[in-house]
């Protein structure tokens, strides 16, 4: 079978690898050249798919990776997994127009396209499908199959892979759903049908709305507890004792990644826009979540200034740049925010982050090494996401200040949210 995965990412490359293992032919198609180069040589920029696992792809003589959608020519399956960013707190679906529009020529009779994007429900029928049958001549359901299934990768689990996740799977038509739910039975351990593609695609968006609301209740708890003299952290770890009722999340300095900031905008912007009202939990967790990096950036001048020293000028050091832990995905990032307030207000900022490749790395704050000479010039330091490849004792150490967002206890004078 002849695979196209559109996007080599942190969603598309573990599809592609997966696809190659279980005996596919795998065309990963990403037009950023730089990328297909590292891969053509081997070398990975997603943390779960490693060189040794690309290069096996690659000897294996049935992984392609390329610009050139003429490769694609005479494919079974295509799976998209381009990026669904917002711009001016929009929808941007474009990628997926792109994407659409270059594979359609080269659609068969028989083949399937599923769409692995997140998005809101219709864009499979709405979006994607016009865009086909436009490009192909084909009809959708009769010549060839449709369907949608969204991704789950949670980049960094140890537990939870590609493999492992639950996939839920659906189709245009039952013939298409068949099709998707047969190809993903190749490459997961469970599928999960669902009766259309508009109810997976609104699967994707609850299962991060709900998290980004939860994340936004303990953010806000966070803040107030601070304020009451209250360890919410305590708090947080009794409460999760309790077997029944009670699901854990933590604060932390904002939300990031290709998923919580975006997710649940899509679904009130689709509520908004078709029955003109507000969804307003999700309207209230992106303000809570979108200003923690404010809020930080607060603690860290109250701190400062218990010091009777002031932003400007005075050298922070921020450990861990990536939005969550054992990746280098600063997309949306919560650093992100808070370097541009910090730099606004005159910091000097210096970073340490293994994990962020050297092209996505923020102007303006210099790269150095979690160690004893980097501590003894700045005047604070901030844990921003605790990887777990640095040793973060080495701060414990040293008399700097520290402002622990992920309350990782390495030290014990630490404040923390």
């Known amino acids: 079978m002849k695979t196209v995965v559109v996007g080599q990412g942190y969603v598309g490359l573990p599809v592609a690898m997966r696809a190659v293992e279980v005996g596919h032919t795998v065309v990963g198609i990403d037009l950023d050249e730089a990328r297909t180069g590292l891969l053509r040589e081997g070398k990975s920029y997603v943390d779960d798919i490693s060189d040794a696992t690309l290069m096996a792809a690659l000897e294996s003589g049935r992984y392609l990776a390329t610009t050139n959608y003429e490769d694609v020519t005479g494919f ?34 028989g083949a399937t396209v599923v769409l692995e994007s997140t998005t809101y429900p219709g864009t499979t029928e709405e979006l994607l499908v016009p865009l086909l049958e436009a490009g192909s001549g084909l009809t959708a359901g009769q010549d060839f199959s449709v369907g949608y299934s969204p991704e789950r990768i949670d980049p960094g689990n140890p537990t939870w892979g590609f493999v492992t996740t639950p996939k839920v799977v659906a189709g245009i038509d039952a013939p ?34 709900f998290r980004h609301v939860n994340i936004a209740l303990v953010n806000e708890l966070a803040m107030f507890a601070n304020q009451l003299g209250v360890d919410v952290w305590e708090s947080i770890e009794a409460a999760s004792t309790k077997p029944f009722g009670f699901m854990k999340f933590t604060p932390g300095p904002g939300v990031g990644g290709h998923c919580l900031p975006v997710d649940p905008s899509y679904l009130s912007w689709q509520v908004r826009k078709q029955l003109g009202r507000p969804f307003r939990f999700v309207e209230l967790a992106n303000d809570v979540n979108d200003h923690m990096p404010n809020y930080v950036v607060e603690r860290v001048i109250a701190m400062l200034n218990g010091i009777s020293k002031s932003v400007r000028g005075t050298r922070i050091l921020l450990i861990g740049l990536a939005y969550k832990p054992g990746t280098g995905d600063v997309r949306e990032a919560p650093s992100m925010a808070m370097i541009e307030l910090l730099l606004e207000l005159g910091a000097d900022l210096v970073a340490v982050d293994e994990h962020v490749e050297e092209h996505r790395w923020p102007q303006g704050v210099e790269r150095v090494s979690l160690d004893a000479e980097t501590l003894a010039r700045v005047d604070l330091s901030v844990i921003v996401t605790a990887h777990p490849d640095v040793d973060l004792t080495v701060l414990a150490q040293s008399d700097v200040l520290v402002l622990d967002t992920r309350n990782t206890r390495s030290v014990p004078t630490a404040e923390v949210l």
Do not use: C, M
């Not at 707190?89 to 659609?107: C, N």
């Not at 099709?179 to 699967?203: C, I, K, N, W």
């Open 176 to 209: 298409s759903l068949v099709a998707v739910q047969g190809f993903y039975d190749q490459l997961v351990t469970t599928t999960v049908p669902v009766s259309g593609t508009r109810e997976a695609e609104l699967t994707k968006l609850l299962e991060n709305t």
């Open 76 to 109: 079974d399956f295509a799976v998209i997994t381009v990026p669904t960013p917002l711009r001016e707190s929009l929808p941007d679906l474009s990628f997926i127009e792109q994407s659409a529009a270059s594979l359609a020529p080269y659609l068969r009779a």
